[in-house]
């Protein structure tokens, strides 16, 4: 299977009600649940992972503030609110000191992002080589791969690549909105991959609730085999 993380997110950014929305999904089988780094205070943040750490849940922070300073502030905050896992940033030099000694897990953005909401740029090779580059580096954990904000690339072609080149577990992030994407991510060997603003959308199961949405993303997660 591959693992689902729900992203209490929209647009790039933690919905305003995230907290109200926790409770909706609260009895659902996820295990991986997480939000961004900004849209919500670092105070609603360190809320959100204290309700979800005592569901026994590991959560997700992921980083997408382009700015370098922003992005170093968003992983001492990360540190902060106890987030078991930092997923996205483009400034490795900068944040594995930081998270030395701690137990979060790091997972980089590979290649080059750009632009709010991110935008993956790059040949297949590029990012395949920055993937194969990062994973080798002491502190980094994984990979959080935009494939589907990706303009150009054949998306197969490129997760697979990645997933190759990656020694480590690889989480496809962003635009993903139909089952069949997450069976393609599935099959490209991906170990998990991200759905937020596809559930708020009710784009996975037309015109049902939140929940059902994150109950059709896990059962399709299920299903779907790992490379």
Same mark, same amino acid.
């Given at each position: 299977?591959?693992?689902?993380?729900?992203?209490?997110?929209?647009?790039?950014?933690?919905?305003?009600?995230?907290?109200?929305?926790?409770?909706?999904?609260?009895?659902?089988?996820?295990?991986?649940?997480?939000?961004?780094?900004?849209?919500?205070?670092?105070?609603?943040?360190? @809320?959100? #992972?204290?309700?979800?750490?005592?569901? $026994?849940?590991? +959560? !997700?922070?992921?980083?997408?503030? %382009?700015? /370098?300073?922003?992005?170093?502030?968003?992983?001492?905050?990360?540190?902060?609110?106890?987030?078991?896992?930092?997923?996205?940033?483009?400034?490795?030099?900068?944040?594995?000191?930081?998270?030395?000694?701690?137990?979060?897990?790091?997972?980089?953005?590979?290649?080059?992002?750009?632009?709010?909401?991110?935008?993956?740029?790059?040949?297949?090779?590029e990012i395949a080589a920055s993937a194969a580059a990062l994973t080798?580096?002491?502190?980094?954990?994984?990979?959080?791969?935009?494939?589907?904000?990706?303009?150009?690339?054949?998306?197969?072609?490129? @997760?697979? #690549?990645?997933?190759?080149?990656?020694? $480590?577990?690889? +989480? !496809?992030?962003?635009?993903?909105? %139909?089952? /069949?994407?997450?069976?393609?991510?599935?099959?490209?060997?991906?170990?998990?991959?991200?759905?937020?603003?596809?559930?708020?959308?009710?784009?996975?199961?037309?015109?049902?609730?939140?929940?059902?949405?994150?109950?059709?993303?896990?059962?399709?997660?299920?299903?779907?085999?790992?490379?």
């Open positions: 299977m591959a693992e689902f993380i729900f992203m209490l997110t929209k647009n790039d950014a933690t919905v305003q009600d995230a907290l109200d929305v926790y409770e909706q999904v609260r009895g659902t089988d996820l295990r991986w649940i997480g939000f961004k780094d900004i849209g919500v205070s670092v105070e609603t943040q360190k @809320m959100l #992972a204290g309700r979800m750490h005592a569901d $026994g849940r590991t +959560v !997700v922070l992921e980083i997408v503030s %382009t700015d /370098a300073t922003a992005e170093l502030s968003s992983v001492r905050a990360g540190i902060e609110i106890g987030a078991d896992v930092i997923m996205g940033g483009t400034n490795p030099d900068a944040a594995i000191p930081l998270l030395v000694g701690t137990a979060v897990r790091y997972f980089p953005f590979p290649g080059r992002v750009v632009d709010h909401p991110s935008i993956l740029e790059g040949s297949i090779e080798a580096r002491p502190g980094v954990g994984g990979l959080d791969l935009l494939a589907y904000r990706h303009r150009t690339a054949d998306i197969p072609s490129l @997760m697979r #690549a990645v997933v190759s080149a990656s020694s $480590g577990p690889v +989480v !496809v992030a962003g635009s993903i909105d %139909t089952v /069949a994407q997450i069976e393609t991510v599935a099959g490209c060997g991906a170990w998990g991959f991200t759905i937020g603003g596809a559930v708020f959308d009710r784009l996975l199961v037309p015109g049902a609730s939140l929940q059902q949405q994150v109950e059709a993303a896990l059962r399709a997660a299920s299903k779907a085999l790992a490379g």
